[in-house]
């Protein structure tokens, strides 16, 4: 079984400002950083952080995209399938507040220019059951999903930055939906008793909905577990979703009974260091950590 991620690569620039900007504000930032970022790379960064194969396919600019292709190489990803595009790449601008809470600019760039020419090179190296992750920040998508699910691979999808033209992608094809509590609610077109909007408008599919320092939760498809947070003070929570979703499917891969629990663990530990791709801790971090948390009891 293969692990493909087909998915964003951003460069992200990252302000650290009092609060985040108001209409017709203007504020200086305290400190500013340049890092690697995307869904997509955070979390094949997350996945391979967490003992996990990863190729990741996607696109990056020509002139601007080395430092997005060295991360990748850095951490021994593949990056096979990752094609040069005639645009700058992706980028995000993000400030990040005090509090640790950020918001998020983007711009597609090449990561807007993947087309179904690339996805048809792609998905013919790949075969049924093995492992598809998306995100909502490429083109072509409902061609991707369709393919895909066509194929037999199993599909994991984190609907965010999530938009009106998302709920119009063929979803129910979709294995896995990551989410958070706002996403969920989006999807489910609900703001009360989500999940079992979310179950039956997606009876096909398992879900996995973080809500942020309170808790998440996992419906596999028959049964649903919960885990608490843990009590952390956040100084950027910038890439947390992505770490969650990377450590959570290394669990998921390798079978444990709550793969809800080392996500957490990881994605609280990223919440701690300013950055996206930089924040993301290494399993041998989390697996000290837990160690801690089990003596503590
Ligand atoms: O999830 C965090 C990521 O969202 C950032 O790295 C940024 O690039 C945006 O895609």
């Given at each position: 079984m293969k692990v493909l991620n087909f998915g964003s690569l951003n460069i992200d620039y990252s302000f650290e400002v009092d609060h985040l900007v108001k209409p017709g504000e203007t504020e200086s930032s305290s400190a500013f950083l340049v890092t690697c970022g995307g869904k997509g790379l955070n979390q094949s960064v997350a996945l391979k952080r967490a003992g996990v194969d990863v190729y990741h396919a996607g696109a990056i600019g020509k002139k601007d995209g080395k430092l997005l292709i060295d991360a990748l190489l850095k951490e021994s990803i593949?990056?096979?399938y990752v094609t040069k595009v005639n645009s700058n790449s992706g980028s995000a601008f993000i400030q990040v507040d005090k509090n640790g809470e950020n918001c998020i600019v983007l711009n597609g760039g090449a990561n807007k220019l993947i087309d179904e020419e690339m996805v048809d090179y792609v998905l013919s190296n790949f075969d049924k059951k093995d492992i598809i992750i998306l995100q909502n920040?490429?083109?072509?998508l409902p061609y991707i999903i369709n393919k895909a699910h066509k194929k037999g691979m199993e599909i994991v999808f984190n609907?965010?930055?999530?938009?009106?033209?998302?709920?119009?992608?063929?979803?129910?094809?979709?294995?896995i939906f990551f989410v958070n509590k706002k996403e969920a609610e989006y999807l489910a077109s609900s703001s009360t008793d989500v999940l079992e909007n979310l179950k039956a408008k997606y009876p096909k599919s398992k879900f996995v909905i973080t809500d942020g320092s309170k808790e998440s939760i996992y419906f596999n498809g028959k049964e649903v577990m919960k885990q608490k947070s843990l009590c952390i003070k956040p100084v950027d929570t910038t890439g947390a979703g992505d770490t969650f979703l990377g450590y959570f499917l290394s669990s998921y891969i390798r079978g444990?009974?709550?793969?809800?629990y080392r996500a957490s663990v990881a994605s609280a530990l990223a919440c701690l260091k300013r950055g996206a791709k930089i924040s993301i801790p290494r399993l041998g971090e989390v697996e000290e950590k837990i160690l801690e948390i089990e003596e503590k009891n």
């Open positions: 593949d990056i096979s920040e490429i083109s072509s609907p965010s930055p999530i938009n009106p033209e998302c709920l119009s992608y063929p979803l129910e094809k979709v294995s444990d009974k709550n793969p809800l």
